[in-house]
T-cell receptor
Framework: LAKTTQPISMDSYEGQEVNITCSHN???????ITWYQQFPSQGPRFIIQ???TKVTNEVASLFIPADRKSSTLSLPRVSLSDTAVYYC????????????????FGKGTMLLVSP | NAGVMQNPRHLVRRRGQEARLRCSPM?????VYWYRQLPEEGLKFMVY????????ESGMPKERFSAEFPKEGPSILRIQQVVRGDSAAYFC???????????????FGQGTRLTVV
């Protein structure tokens, strides 16, 4: 299983762009990279997923370099409501019964957005 | 389409009692996962089930814990003879497929917070 490493915490101010980088040096060929967001007292919520290069949706962008050993979640113009824990996960997209059941969430990155 | 529903949201049990946690997956989802989250910790996988089958229970303690996902009805995580160390948030997730690929993300419920007194 590919292990991920993220900063424990980050601080930002409203309106700034926030980039959270995740290292996954042992990522395998079939692994996808997925990011989840978790607010206090709630379950994690899917943000974005990608395999290579760049993926963008209405919430965030995900940048994945060619070697795929890291990925960066980019949150444009954060607001106070973006204060949450962000998890980077790596999972196998093809191996039977080894998808979400094998995902390890780790401790994630606690993002604190201040006014 | 309702999301993943877990109940109860909060559960208090005395040491030695049984705790039953319920999870109704999203409509059309046949894959259910249970995770446990201790305070200030990340989520840890416990068990993965498909309808009427346990696929992977490698993360679940071998004693006192059991899970089922019957043909009809919600998935149940059962903890017998609870101890204080079982106090945690238990999250259920469901997905349409198990493989991590586009459009198959896992959706999580709000969790059940178990407190053992």
């Amino acid at each position: 299983l590919a292990k991920t490493t993220q900063p424990i915490s980050m601080d930002s101010y409203e309106g700034q762009e926030v980039n959270i980088t995740c290292s996954h040096n042992n990522i395998a060929t079939n692994d996808y990279i997925t990011w989840y967001q978790q607010f206090p007292s709630q379950g994690p919520r899917f943000i974005i997923q990608g395999y290579k290069t760049k993926v963008t949706n209405e919430v965030a962008s995900l940048f994945i370099p060619a070697d795929r050993k890291s990925s960066t979640l980019s949150l444009p113009r954060v607001s106070l409501s973006d204060t949450a824990v962000y998890y980077c996960l790596v999972g196998d997209r093809t191996k039977p019964n080894s998808g979400y059941s094998t995902l390890t969430f780790g401790k994630g990155t606690m993002l604190l957005v201040s006014p | 389409n309702a999301g993943v529903m877990q109940n109860p949201r909060h559960l208090v049990r005395r040491r030695g009692q049984e705790a039953r946690l319920r999870c109704s997956p999203m409509k059309g989802h046949s894959h259910v996962y249970w995770y446990r989250q201790l305070p200030e910790e990340g989520l840890k996988f416990m068990v993965y089930l498909q309808k009427e089958n346990i696929i992977d229970e490698s993360g679940m303690p071998k004693e006192r814990f059991s899970a089922e996902f019957p043909k009809e009805g919600p998935s149940i995580l059962r903890i017998q003879q609870v101890v204080r160390g079982d106090s945690a948030a238990y999250f259920c997730a469901s997905s349409r497929e198990d493989g991590v690929m586009p459009d198959t993300e896992a959706f999580f419920g709000q969790g059940t917070r178990l407190t053992v007194v």
